[in-house]
């Protein structure tokens, strides 16, 4: 009987670890053409940028680049982009706005800092800082609106990752430096993935902190171009899900992605206004 026992875990361990390569297998598949996707949107398909035209990009980790989601979608920046060119009239939007996803899978807040002297240890494909790469570098460089959705993954990947101030602390240098860069700039709510009691409290704090010091800033009259973003851990709760394979990490499916979608574009409208007045006003005064 033993003997027999003993057989059939073996068989067990050997189909789990067949079926670990499979999902190993399919989930590399599906981020080779999600990134295809993203590369012929942005870099074939990305027109000329005209005098009417307005960038938003969406920067962080998985969630900026649209990792879960149909390849069909194209993630939460095609999400977004067609939104905005159905209902953007509607809420008295007109110039031209486009919107680019530099988001880098698995990243944490420590890779996204301001100064930061070498690629994270996580993220292919980068050549001296995310930040460099993104702000100097970067083809978006001169986006005038800025979603960061970083933070959901410094509990899985961070070297400290009960250390909540260090987070809170990457995401104000992050957003400060881009507001010098004259950028509108949102910080989404942190996701509340895990269910671990500990974890959601960190997070919770993470994210009170942010709200506190955002809405401390305005308050003093100041980094008014700095708003809180859309709460993607209303929709972490809901439809977020954990990614079993090599690549362990947080992120949302589909119908995480069409929730976060319409909170985007509620969260991005004042932003979006501010940079149209401050296209339309010098052309106003002129006529007066």
């Given amino acids: 009987m033993e003997d027999e026992r003993l057989g059939e875990e073996e068989e067990l361990s050997i189909f789990d670890s067949l079926y670990r390569v499979y999902e190993n297998v399919i989930f590399y ?112 460089k001169d986006a005038h609106v800025v979603l960061i959705f970083l933070g959901g993954q410094d509990e899985l990947f961070s070297s400290q990752p009960t250390d909540v101030q260090r987070t809170v602390n990457n995401l104000k240098l992050l957003a400060l430096e881009l507001e010098k860069l004259d950028k509108e700039v949102l910080i989404s709510q942190i996701p509340a993935f895990s269910d671990d009691e500990a974890v959601k409290s960190r997070v919770y704090q993470r994210n009170r902190m942010l709200r506190e010091y955002i809405s401390g800033s305005h308050e003093k009259k100041e980094h008014k171009s700095i708003e809180c973003g859309p709460d993607v851990s209303t929709v972490s709760t809901q439809a977020g899900y954990f990614v079993e394979s090599a690549l362990d990490t947080w992120t949302l499916s589909s119908h995480g992605y069409r929730m976060l979608t319409r909170l985007t574009f ?12 401050a296209h339309w006003r010098p052309k106003l005064q002129r006529t007066m």
């Fill in 266 to 277: 509620d969260a991005l409208l004042n932003p979006c206004r501010r940079v149209e007045w």
């Fill in 29 to 140: 598949v599906y981020l080779f053409f999600h990134r295809l996707g993203i590369f012929i949107n942005q870099s074939l398909f990305w027109r000329k940028s005209g005098s009417l035209d307005r960038t938003i990009l969406l920067v962080g980790d998985g969630i900026a680049d649209g990792i879960g989601d149909g390849l069909a979608n194209g993630g939460l920046a095609a999400r977004l982009a067609a939104m905005l060119a159905k209902e953007k009239d509607a809420n008295g939007l007109r110039l031209i706005w486009r919107v680019a996803s530099a988001g880098a899978f698995r990243a944490i807040s420590d890779d996204w800092v301001p100064g930061a002297d070498h690629p994270p240890d996580r993220v292919n494909g980068v050549r001296k800082s995310l930040f460099v790469d993104t702000f100097v570098d970067g083809m978006f």
